[in-house]
């Protein structure tokens, strides 16, 4: 049996794949605060939204520097790493790749020279428009790739931090309101000189982005609990088409697109921690209603409801509330299976999911349950969710979904699998049922996953669940999480990897590592 290959892996269960988290970014701006230990713990806060990379940037006002790796932010960060990261300035990045490969050369934050010094970038969510802007980075430099695509980086933040850096007539500032509408797309950017933060999101607003206040400075973060865990006050969000600039002269705020809300629904459903707040509405309390509404929709005659942990159990409380079943607890997580370095053997992949559930045998054994979970997307976990309730006792097992069939991929920052992967896009909700081996299956509906967020449906993104995206789509081929590895002309700068599967070759790579910090 080959070995382990030391990539991070999240594949315990042979043919399935979750939705994969969208990435968190966090910057800071506070003189006299040691940023980097406090963006550390921010990103803590974010570790749910990616858990392949993580990296910091920082600056003292002279001189800006970057410290990232792939883990999760306990593997890549310790005391000496964050010493070593002095300034009152800081972004940082924690990463699940949607566009480019899980690799040392795509992590964040990016960087790139500019005529005034250096930029760092950090980036939520995913641009539809990358080959078209691949062109205008190939025109602008020619053959030669500029900054980090040289180096190898194949994302889409690479491309942004390239046209960023490419202006020698402009500040940063100004070449940010040239580069940011032509972006097409999710983005919720935090990047930063070596002296100003910035923080802009698309202009509709499709990945969180908020502000929030420190006492002597101001943080950017994906989600509102990263503010709460370093101790800052929320502000407000960052509106749809907005930069918001932050220096010694305090902050202040630019218009590059007229707003255009389309906030990602899914957000409400799995992809938000439950203690954010998203457009005034607690994601808690909207997954508590979504199962109060699941329960009116698609009620079931059983003794006792529970929910997959974590994100299904919120809707597994609002369901047992309405419906009068008691709710239980009838699995037990462990919490620390998620990203691992470790392949796993051959027999733990037979045991599949049992690795991160367990069932409570004494309270389920002879019962009939209601399982509420958030999603299904390829069917394989509530299949082995089914059995393993049904040989631990279960009487009756019926499936309670707090969201529609997903029946579209996502272009926007989430990594679904393809359409032909969906197990609700071929099947109907019977022939879904039959096939994860459950007594009954309901899914909510659209109008009620949207009443239980509070926020009216035209602001919404639910292109997943309908196939009507917001923003156009460019032709298949110029799509997908492995674009700009496959347009021509890339070769080049692909680096050259040794038997280990490192980079050879490059700074940061296995030539030098060694020595680098």
């Not at 080959?131 to 790739?145: C, D, I, K, N």
């Not at 409570?360 to 394989?380: A, E, F, H, P």
Request: contains cysteine.
């Amino acid at each position: 049996m080959a070995r382990g290959d030391g990539l991070l892996t999240h594949d315990l269960l042979p043919g399935e794949k979750s939705p994969q988290d969208a990435c968190g970014v966090l910057g800071i701006w506070a003189p006299g605060e040691e940023v980097a230990k406090l963006t550390f713990y921010g990103l803590y806060a974010l570790q749910h939204r990616g858990q392949e990379s993580a990296g910091i940037a920082a600056s003292d006002g002279r001189r800006l520097l970057v410290y990232k790796d792939m883990g999760l932010v306990s593997q890549v960060f310790d005391e000496t790493a964050l010493n070593s990261l002095p300034g009152h300035l800081a972004i940082g990045h924690t990463r699940y790749s949607t566009t480019g490969g899980s690799v040392w050369e795509n992590a964040q934050p990016t960087l790139g020279n500019t005529a005034g010094g250096t930029v760092a970038l950090a980036h939520n969510g995913n641009l539809t428009n990358s080959a078209e802007l691949r062109a205008v980075v190939q025109q602008r430099y020619g053959a030669q790739a500029a900054g980090e695509l040289r180096a190898g980086n194949t994302t889409d933040t690479a491309l942004i931090t390239a046209l960023l850096a490419g202006d020698p007539d402009h500040s940063l500032e100004a070449t940010a309101l040239e580069v940011l509408p032509e972006l097409r797309g999710a983005f919720s950017l935090v990047f930063m000189d070596e002296h100003t933060l910035y923080a802009a999101r698309d202009r509709h607003g499709i990945r969180p982005l908020v502000l929030g206040r420190l006492e002597r400075g101001w943080v950017v973060a994906s989600e509102t609990p990263a503010l709460a865990t370093i101790g800052a006050s929320f502000i407000r969000e960052i509106e749809p088409g907005e930069m918001v600039v932050i220096d010694s002269d305090g902050l202040r705020s630019s218009r590059f697109a007229a707003a255009e809300p389309k906030g990602c629904v899914f957000e409400y459903v799995y992809l938000a921690r439950p203690d954010t707040t998203i457009a005034g509405r607690v994601v808690h309390e909207a997954r508590v209603e979504m199962g109060r509404r699941l329960a009116a929709e698609h009620p079931a005659e059983a003794d006792l409801v529970i929910g997959v942990p974590e994100s299904g159990t919120p809707a597994a409380i609002g369901y047992a509330e309405a419906s009068g079943i008691p709710f239980g607890q009838g699995f037990v997580k462990n919490s620390y299976v998620g990203r691992t370095f470790i392949q796993p053997s051959q027999t733990i992949r037979q045991l599949g999911i049992r690795l991160k559930l367990n069932p409570l045998t004494d309270v389920i054994r002879g019962k009939r349950l209601v399982v509420v979970d958030d999603s299904i997307v390829r069917g394989n976990t509530q299949r082995a969710q089914v059995r393993m309730l049904r040989e631990a006792g279960a009487a009756e097992v019926h499936v309670r979904i707090s969201s529609p069939p997903v029946t579209w991929p996502c272009f926007y920052g989430i990594d679904f699998a393809s359409r032909a992967e969906l197990i609700a896009t071929g099947l109907g909700v019977e022939e879904v049922r039959a096939s994860i081996g459950a007594d009954s299956l309901g899914y909510i509906s659209e109008d009620g996953m949207i009443a239980a967020t509070g926020q009216p449906k035209d602001s919404l993104c639910r292109a997943c669940f309908t196939g009507e995206y917001p923003v156009p789509l460019p032709d298949a081929d110029q799509l997908g999480k492995n674009v700009l590895e496959t347009l021509p002309g890339l070769e080049a700068v692909r680096p050259a990897r040794d038997a280990e599967g490192v980079p050879t070759g490059l700074a940061g790579g296995g030539s030098d590592a060694l020595t680098r910090p």
